[in-house]
């Protein structure tokens, strides 16, 4: 056996108490394809950043090429050797293919011609038909692709990740593109390839590892998996089994009226010609991997996503088409999207925890005098910090000093304020600690059975179907299957979402 | 939790608004002191006068600030728009109709640029120096003929008390001003649009999803500070019996930005209060009258004017930093 290029032995990553990885321990072989599958936050990306220096273990250490390293950049780790293409490329977008190959290593001086030589002769080398003269920002994302590939291979990279290089390409840019990652693997170079797309790793991978709420489940040869045992390996989890008390068998609150459904929903390549319903007194738990274009579908309904994306299909709010341009008549109409990403669109930083919950009030233009009335606001506060058990010294504080649970408590009081008649909750326990997912986890079962439509899109699985009567899976842009609570499970949902 | 609330007071002891107060106190004690005659009641009416068109023009500019926006245009739209009403009622137009119209046109430019600014969506110190050149360029082609300096005709009558008139001994300039200050102050802190602004300038997206209708809300400021340069212009205009309309190449409107920002309102949107211009407003008062009196030279006063402006914009960053970034990182 040849030593590995790079090892990790036993590290472990924290992030503000919770474990990213935990112990983990991990080879990559000269010249090997390696493959890193696991749900959404199961640690693969952590992992490899680790690797490429973008984060250094909490314990454990890095071996690259049989020494141990402490890489303190990205920039560090590629002089060194090991380059990692990421989802988002790292490209400047206003300088052309050659300029960028020549980032970090731009003479004092450059003459353009030479430059441009230089960059075609390279591009030629590996095969690679792109334009070194072409601006990256005209650029498909296929080509983008080649040019970090090229510039990753520029530095003389042994050790090339790519983190979810495939989820933007075409079927033909795909097949260019394993076409030179086997080029790479015969020169020498070792891959590591994060992906959801199971039969693509099953195809070009030697080895395959399998990694799972920031655990190691199992690492093997390929020839050891077929899909439904790296399905079972990336779901299995014993730990979470009992948190969420699954396992009792739970049975579906009866569906009410239908309030919600959509035919035929496009837009762009996120959402694509997707059907589905959504009823009253349930909780519909949307499950969809990155990428499947849960949470466009769900912006188009409450109008957050402009009309101009809008490409056909149709809404229906209890049996009435509707089609919303911006959130304020979906919010009027009572169709409230609680975001997931609260930071950037969830609360206002500078203000306090009742004036972001009085926000709602006025926005859905619900409070009861013409004027601010700060006796109405106080009032409010108190009752929806109560209510929803949001733990500060008063609500003066201003929000941003709060922990994710009670700043996504805040943003949910703001929310429940407008009234919903549909309430639409994208992944409703991000960055939000454990106490806290319980309790919002109790709001959302309430709601349900205070009569509310909830839909609830989440990434988590034990969360889906903890909460949910009805599971959507959603898929490349559409809603591919549906299951009822009782004939649900974590590897039938899974077995549907991956493609 | 507890040290949350330290960190708050501790920025509280630290705020600019604070400085900016206890230096203008500090000024005005010593000018109080070693300058003969400052401290006379006619001079300091005479201080306030000087700084009540400054002040209500930074009350429009607040406004527009706490959206997140700057109106640069609001100069050329103060002066275009009086001068052309001067010249309508010159040319025999009567007050009223003419003061109409000259308020609707600085309605209207105001109106474009929030229209720019919100549905165009061209950034604000574009969209209003792109306007602010069209407003003096058209207004000085098509609307006002003859010199630059156009004169109050006799006819402008009660108007003209407007800029040099008293009540109960105050001039009226004064009186103008603490009312704009009181209705920007009842607008922001108990009118729904007025909590939209501020919303708004924290954070658009958020506020969009909240149900806030954004863009008419913008416009409505951009509106709010044209009125507010109608209102500076018929002061200015009384006061000295003609508008000069080469105003619009000083340095005033950076004036303007100078007291709002010194005051404490931050450009980075939604914080700010009236009373952070009336610091902002009363130390540039203090500052320029005491300069007069010491008969410093106006070069060197606006040398000093602009280290000032300096000072408090560092001051801005560094008590209110804004990291753009921070939100969209969080991939584990």
Do not use: C
């Given at each position: 056996?040849?030593?590995?290029?790079?090892?990790?032995?036993?590290?472990?990553?924290?992030?503000?108490?919770?474990?990213?990885?935990?112990?983990?321990?991990?080879?990559?072989?000269?010249?090997?394809?390696?493959?890193?599958?696991?749900?959404?936050?199961?640690?693969?990306?952590?992992?490899?950043?680790?690797?490429?220096?973008?984060?250094?273990?909490?314990?454990?250490?890095?071996?690259?090429?049989?020494?141990?390293?402490?890489?303190?950049?990205?920039?560090?780790?590629?002089?060194?050797?090991?380059?990692?293409?990421?989802?988002?490329?790292?490209?400047?977008?206003?300088?052309?293919?050659?300029?960028?190959?020549?980032?970090?290593?731009?003479?004092?001086?450059?003459?353009?011609?030479?430059?441009?030589?230089?960059?075609?002769?390279?591009?030629?080398?590996?095969?690679?038909?792109?334009?070194?003269?072409?601006?990256?920002?005209?650029?498909?994302?296929?080509?983008?692709?080649?040019?970090?590939?090229?510039?990753?291979?520029?530095?003389?990279?042994?050790?090339?990740?790519?983190?979810?290089?495939?989820?933007?390409?075409?079927?033909?840019?795909?097949?260019?593109?394993?076409?030179?990652?086997?080029?790479?693997?015969?020169?020498?170079?070792?891959?590591?390839?994060?992906?959801?797309?199971?039969?693509?790793?099953?195809?070009?991978?030697?080895?395959?590892?399998?990694?799972?709420?920031?655990?190691?489940?199992?690492?093997?040869?390929?020839?050891?998996?077929?899909?439904?045992?790296?399905?079972?390996?990336?779901?299995?989890?014993?730990?979470?089994?009992?948190?969420?008390?699954?396992?009792?068998?739970?049975?579906?609150?009866?569906?009410?009226?239908?309030?919600?459904?959509?035919?035929?929903?496009?837009?762009?390549?996120?959402?694509?010609?997707?059907?589905?319903?959504?009823?009253?007194?349930?909780?519909?738990?949307?499950?969809?991997?990155?990428?499947?274009?849960?949470?466009?579908?769900?912006?188009?309904?409450?109008?957050?996503?402009?009309?101009?994306?809008?490409?056909?299909?149709?809404?229906?709010?209890?049996?009435?088409?509707?089609?919303?341009?911006?959130?304020?008549?979906?919010?009027?109409?009572?169709?409230?999207?609680?975001?997931?990403?609260?930071?950037?669109?969830?609360?206002?930083?500078?203000?306090?925890?009742?004036?972001?919950?009085?926000?709602?009030?006025i926005g859905a233009d619900l409070n009861k005098h013409a004027v601010v009335r700060y006796s109405e606001m106080a009032e409010l506060a108190k009752t929806w910090t109560e209510k929803l058990n949001v733990k500060a010294i008063d609500t003066d504080s201003k929000v941003i000093e709060l922990s994710g649970g009670n700043q996504q408590k805040v943003v949910l009081a703001k929310a429940l304020v407008q009234k919903p008649k549909l309430i639409i909750l994208d992944e409703p326990t991000r960055g939000v600690d454990v106490g806290a997912i319980a309790e919002i986890h109790a709001v959302i079962n309430d709601l349900a059975e205070s009569g509310l439509p909830v839909v609830m899109i989440s990434s988590y699985l034990p969360e889906i179907l903890s909460l949910s009567d009805r599971i959507l899976v959603s898929r490349l842009g559409r809603v591919v299957e549906e299951f009822s609570i009782e004939e649900a499970s974590e590897e039938k949902i899974m077995y549907a979402a991956v493609h | 939790?507890?040290?949350?609330?330290?960190?708050?007071?501790?920025?509280?002891?630290?705020?600019?608004?604070?400085?900016?107060?206890?230096?203008?106190?500090?000024?005005?004690?010593?000018?109080?002191?070693?300058?003969?005659?400052?401290?006379?009641?006619?001079?300091?009416?005479?201080?306030?006068?000087?700084?009540?068109?400054?002040?209500?023009?930074?009350?429009?500019?607040?406004?527009?600030?706490?959206?997140?926006?700057?109106?640069?245009?609001?100069?050329?739209?103060?002066?275009?728009?009086?001068?052309?009403?001067?010249?309508?009622?010159?040319?025999?137009?009567?007050l009223g109709p003419a003061l109409a119209i000259g308020f609707a046109f600085a309605l209207t430019m105001s109106l474009i640029c929030g229209l720019l600014v919100a549905y165009a969506e061209i950034s604000a110190i574009f969209a209003t120096l792109a306007m602010s050149s069209f407003i003096y360029g058209f207004g000085r082609a098509n609307l006002i003929t003859g010199t630059d300096v156009v004169y109050l005709p006799a006819s402008f009558g009660w108007a003209s008390q407007i800029g040099q008139g008293r009540l109960a001994g105050i001039p009226i300039p004064i009186l103008l001003a603490v009312i704009l200050a009181v209705l920007v102050y009842l607008f922001l802190k108990l009118s729904k649009h007025g909590w939209n602004t501020y919303n708004i300038g924290d954070n658009a997206t958020a506020a969009r999803i909240t149900g806030i209708s954004v863009r008419p809300t913008i416009v409505l400021q951009y509106m709010l500070s044209g009125t507010a340069a109608f209102v500076a212009g018929l002061i200015t205009a009384t006061a000295v019996q003609s508008m000069n309309t080469r105003i619009v190449n000083s340095n005033m409107i950076y004036d303007v930005i100078l007291i709002v920002v010194l005051g404490g309102v931050s450009l980075s949107g939604g914080r700010g209060t009236v009373r952070n211009v009336i610091v902002g407003t009363l130390l540039i008062g203090v500052l320029v009258n005491g300069m007069t009196i010491m008969d410093i030279q106006y070069t060197i006063q606006n040398v000093i004017k602009s280290i000032i402006l300096l000072m408090a914009v560092i001051a801005d960053s560094v008590l209110n930093p804004r990291d753009e970034q921070t939100g969209q990182q969080g991939d584990i």
């Open positions: 056996m040849t030593t590995p290029v790079v090892e990790l032995r036993d590290v472990t990553k924290e992030f503000h108490g919770n474990f990213a990885i935990r112990n983990v321990t991990f080879a990559l072989h000269p010249g090997e394809i390696h493959s890193l599958l696991g749900e959404n936050g199961a640690g693969k990306s952590t992992l490899t950043k680790m690797i490429a220096g973008v984060h250094a273990p909490t314990s454990g250490t890095v071996v690259y090429l049989g020494k141990e390293v402490h890489f303190a950049s990205p920039q560090e780790a590629l002089e060194a050797g090991v380059a990692m293409v990421f989802q988002e490329t790292s490209l400047v977008p206003s300088l052309t293919v050659a300029q960028n190959l020549e980032l970090g290593n731009e003479k004092p001086l450059n003459r353009l011609r030479g430059l441009y030589i230089s960059a075609q002769q390279f591009l030629q080398s590996l095969s690679f038909d792109v334009d070194p003269t072409a601006l990256v920002s005209t650029l498909g994302a296929a080509k983008k692709q080649m040019v970090e590939i090229a510039r990753a291979v520029r530095h003389n990279a042994r050790v090339i990740i790519f983190d979810e290089p495939t989820a933007t390409l075409t079927p033909e840019e795909k097949y260019h593109f394993f076409e030179l990652v086997n080029r790479l693997k015969a020169k020498g170079v070792s891959i590591i390839f994060i992906s959801h797309a199971l039969e693509e790793a099953l195809q070009v991978s030697d080895r395959i590892t399998i990694l799972r709420d920031g655990e190691l489940v199992v690492t093997d040869e390929v020839s050891a998996f077929d899909r439904d045992s790296i399905v079972r390996h990336m779901v299995g989890r014993t730990l979470s089994h009992a948190i969420h008390g699954e396992g009792t068998p739970r049975r579906a609150r009866k569906a009410g009226t239908r309030v919600l459904s959509a035919q035929n929903l496009s837009m762009g390549s996120m959402v694509r010609n997707t059907s589905f319903s959504v009823f009253a007194g349930q909780v519909t738990g949307v499950f969809g991997l990155i990428g499947s274009g849960r949470t466009e579908t769900f912006k188009i309904i409450a109008g957050v996503l402009k009309r101009d994306f809008f490409h056909g299909g149709e809404v229906r709010l209890n049996g009435k088409p509707v089609r919303y341009r911006v959130p304020r008549p979906a919010v009027r109409d009572g169709i409230i999207y609680v975001t997931e990403d609260r930071k950037l669109e969830g609360f206002f930083e500078t203000k306090s925890i009742a004036q972001n919950i009085y926000s709602g009030l | 939790m507890k040290q949350s609330t330290k960190r708050t007071m501790s920025i509280g002891a630290l705020s600019q608004e604070k400085i900016v107060f206890a230096i203008t106190v500090a000024m005005f004690l010593i000018f109080a002191v070693f300058l003969n005659g400052f401290l006379g009641a006619n001079n300091l009416l005479a201080l306030l006068r000087s700084v009540s068109v400054l002040g209500i023009l930074g009350l429009g500019m607040l406004i527009v600030v706490l959206g997140r926006g700057i109106d640069l245009s609001m100069v050329a739209n103060m002066a275009i728009s009086v001068a052309w009403t001067i010249q309508l009622v010159g040319n025999g137009m009567g």
